[in-house]
């Protein structure tokens, strides 16, 4: 087990890196479990082939390939690795099927596995993931609106827990104590990173904890850690 603790006022936090025991090469459908990230490989797909008509082409054809055979032997390493090399494949198949003088030009060659623009798309796909945990979260537990208390930090930065309270009030209409707002914020920051590593360590083949580590740096997502020790 590997955990990561933070500390706030006193209050002790622990977040398990490798919480996660559903990594994507278990999934019992490939093309279920790909559904989870279809908006960063239709962001890719649409850079690549130029409009989001021909990247749902594509995408139907990467879709079908893995209702019909699966992760195959592939099923290894990264999953956004894995994904990137189906995309590349599918703009391809996808463009030949299209008469010579509507095929776009594609840029493959700048569409690599560290791409600074498919890990943007990777990083956001995930991301969003755990804000809609989160807000599930919120809405099994209204008494503690970690989403609401959360998204509105991070929206705006106030600068006290009295501003982030009358910033709630007004956009919400939830009516929350500053004491109150403190204590759930420190509580939503360390469920957020505990969601974010749940996601990280699910699109890793048989994680470890500095595997999480290493993929949270290299997605830039360690400002979800501020003020955790990892």
Do not use: C
Not at 36 to 56: F, K, N, V
Not at 91 to 105: D, N, Q, W
Not at 178 to 197: C, Y
Request: charged share 25%.
């Amino acid at each position: 087990m590997a955990d990561v603790t933070s500390t706030d006022s006193g209050r002790i936090s622990s977040i398990n890196l490798v919480r996660s025991s559903h990594p994507w090469t278990q999934a019992d459908s490939a093309a279920g479990f790909v559904l989870r990230y279809l908006s960063p490989m239709r962001r890719q797909l649409t850079a690549i082939l130029g409009t989001s008509e021909l990247a749902d082409e594509a995408l139907k054809l990467l879709l079908g390939h893995l209702v019909s055979v699966g992760f195959g032997e592939h099923k290894r390493g990264r999953l956004r690795d894995f994904l990137l090399r189906g995309i590349r494949s599918a703009a391809k198949s996808s463009v030949a099927e299209l008469p010579e003088a509507a095929r776009p030009k594609l840029k493959l060659d700048e569409v690599t596995l560290e791409s600074k623009q498919w890990l943007s798309y990777w990083r956001e796909g995930l991301l969003e993931r755990a804000w809609r945990s989160l807000e599930r979260q919120e809405h099994s537990d209204p008494q503690m609106p970690v989403y609401t208390i959360l998204h509105g930090a991070t929206k705006s930065s106030p600068s006290s827990p009295s501003m982030l309270a009358v910033q709630i009030a007004s956009e919400t209409g939830l009516k929350i104590d500053e004491s109150q707002i403190q204590k759930i914020l420190v509580e939503s920051r360390t469920l957020f990173a505990q969601l974010i590593a749940d996601e990280v360590a699910e699109t890793l083949e048989d994680p470890s904890g500095e595997d999480v580590k290493r993929e949270i740096a290299q997605l830039g997502l360690g400002k979800a850690f501020a003020g955790i020790s990892v």
